[in-house]
């Protein structure tokens, strides 16, 4: 695996960290809800983590990461239709795709 897929596996693995230390051990939907920085922060990370998957599947279309093209379409929801995210959709993300996701990351970084 080359330099330039494992910054990029990096980059991700670094974001699903970030968002685990916004939301702490316990997770609720309300206290995300009512904060909007948090829901900006993370927005932001999955963000990153969609833009690196889309880097990823430019560098390699056969890399295993069952979400790819969801996370890219979740990133490509975020920064171009700002005004029409929907809250449950991300947190569905959180709660469903991203522990996925992040053991799929470090099967591969280890790899």
């Given at each position: 695996?080359?330099?330039?897929?494992?910054?990029?596996?990096?980059?991700?693995?670094?974001?699903?960290?970030?968002?685990?230390?916004?939301?702490?051990?316990?997770r609720d939907f309300?206290?995300?809800?009512?904060?909007?920085?948090?829901?900006?922060?993370?927005?932001?990370?999955?963000?990153?983590i969609g833009e690196a998957?889309?880097?990823?599947?430019?560098?390699?279309?056969?890399?295993?990461?069952?979400?790819?093209?969801?996370?890219?379409?979740?990133?490509?929801?975020?920064?171009?239709?700002?005004?029409?995210?929907?809250?449950?959709?991300?947190?569905?993300?959180?709660?469903?795709?991203?522990?996925?996701?992040?053991?799929?990351?470090?099967?591969?970084?280890?790899?």
């Amino acid at each position: 695996m080359g330099d330039e897929i494992k910054k990029y596996l990096f980059d991700i693995n670094e974001a699903i960290l970030s968002i685990e230390s916004y939301l702490g051990e316990k997770r609720d939907f309300n206290v995300y809800m009512q904060s909007k920085m948090l829901r900006r922060a993370i927005e932001r990370e999955f963000e990153i983590i969609g833009e690196a998957m889309n880097k990823l599947d430019e560098i390699n279309p056969d890399l295993q990461i069952s979400s790819k093209k969801l996370i890219i379409g979740m990133r490509n929801r975020v920064i171009h239709g700002y005004d029409k995210i929907d809250d449950g959709i991300v947190w569905g993300a959180v709660v469903r795709h991203l522990p996925v996701l992040k053991q799929e990351i470090s099967a591969l970084l280890q790899s």
